[in-house]
């Protein structure tokens, strides 16, 4: 019998094993060549677990920690075909932090990534563990509420919206409060992912053009 692990520099992803009834069978030669078969196996295997890391990675945000873009489009698309095959409700809210260009000519790019984590914290500290938040531009987060009427979710929003404004940040000793504005969208009937997300950011635009610090339901 031969044994051989299966391994990389990092980790041992098990053994290949080689068995005869006959003793002797194997020779130096052929332990050898079995030796140069497991070797690419186990580089293979490697690059298959960073590979899996990588894409972890690729499903967060860098500078904020929510769901990337990307990721979010995916699980909305999901979700709502779910919401339409088994009769439930599903909520949208597109969230815009208010005046971004003063809060970055007064702290620059950093400060306002500062307040961008702040913001995304209490985002994600006030939604269920099946709920998901991602990052959609620059200076936007979108929520997405499973089994959410759209009145629960504009309840919800009003309630981050008080949150977020009543919060204080601290920046170069310097401190401040900053508003947000919020688009909620529900899905009714045969509503697909891109109208939900479409109606949410249609009523985002319709509170920024209000003056901003406030909630708009579709």
Known sequence: IVVLPVNSLNRCYGALVVE????????????????????????????LSLNEVTNNLVM???????????????????????????TTEISIVMISIDNVSEYISRYGKEGFEFVLQNVSRMIKSSIRPYDLVGRFDHNRFAVMLVNTTTNEASLWAEKLRKNVASN????????????????????????????????????????????GNIVRVF
């Open 60 to 86: 967060l945000d860098e500078a904020t920690g929510v769901a990337t873009q990307r990721y979010f489009l995916g699980r909305v698309q999901e979700e709502v075909q779910r919401a339409n095959d088994f």
């Open 168 to 211: 204080v940040i601290n920046i170069d000793q310097k401190s401040f409060s900053v508003t947000i504005s919020v688009g909620v969208s529900g899905a009714t009937g045969e509503t697909n992912d891109l109208e939900l997300l479409e109606n949410a950011d249609r009523v985002l635009r319709k509170a920024i053009e209000a003056g």
């Open 20 to 47: 005869c009834k006959d003793v002797k069978t194997y020779s130096d030669s052929d332990v050898k060549l079995i030796q140069k078969v497991v070797e690419p196996a186990s580089w293979g295997l490697e690059i």
